[in-house]
């Protein structure tokens, strides 16, 4: 599975994103779907989650309120929508395929990922 990571950007402090993570076949709708994130000079971190179906989503504290995970398993495509951005938010986003059917917060349990896409949000 291939995935295609877009929509990151530049924005001010307050603004909103939506970034998309298109995969290259329908394997991806039967597996479990996340973002992650990394920034200069740490490691990388969990944000979001998405079981295959989309019923059930996680958030880290971090995004929570603010950020919303969701699929679309007819366009094999992964969303996710950034609210209220604050300069601590900006990294590179990673999506990620489960090598099941739930989504999670464990690295580990992702087997494909994305090649990033690039947020900035000023102050």
């Known amino acids: 599975v291939q995935l295609q990571a877009s929509g990151g950007g530049l924005v001010q402090a307050g603004g909103s994103l939506r970034l998309s993570c298109a995969a290259s076949?329908?394997?991806?709708?039967?597996?479990?779907m996340g973002w992650f994130r990394q920034a200069p000079g740490k490691e990388r971190e969990f944000v979001a989650a998405?079981?295959?179906?989309?019923?059930?989503?996680y958030y880290a504290e971090a995004v929570k309120g603010r950020f919303t995970i969701s699929r679309d398993n007819a366009k094999n495509t992964l969303y996710l929508q950034m609210n209220s951005l604050k300069p601590e938010d900006t990294a590179v986003y990673y999506c990620?395929?489960?090598?099941?059917?739930?989504?999670?917060?464990?690295?580990?349990?992702?087997?494909?990922w994305g090649q990033g896409t690039l947020v900035t949000v000023s102050s």
């Open positions: 998405i079981s295959w179906r989309g019923g059930d989503t």
């Open positions: 076949r329908r394997t991806a709708s039967n597996n479990g």
């Open positions: 990620a395929v489960a090598r099941g059917s739930a989504g999670t917060s464990n690295a580990e349990y992702y087997h494909y």
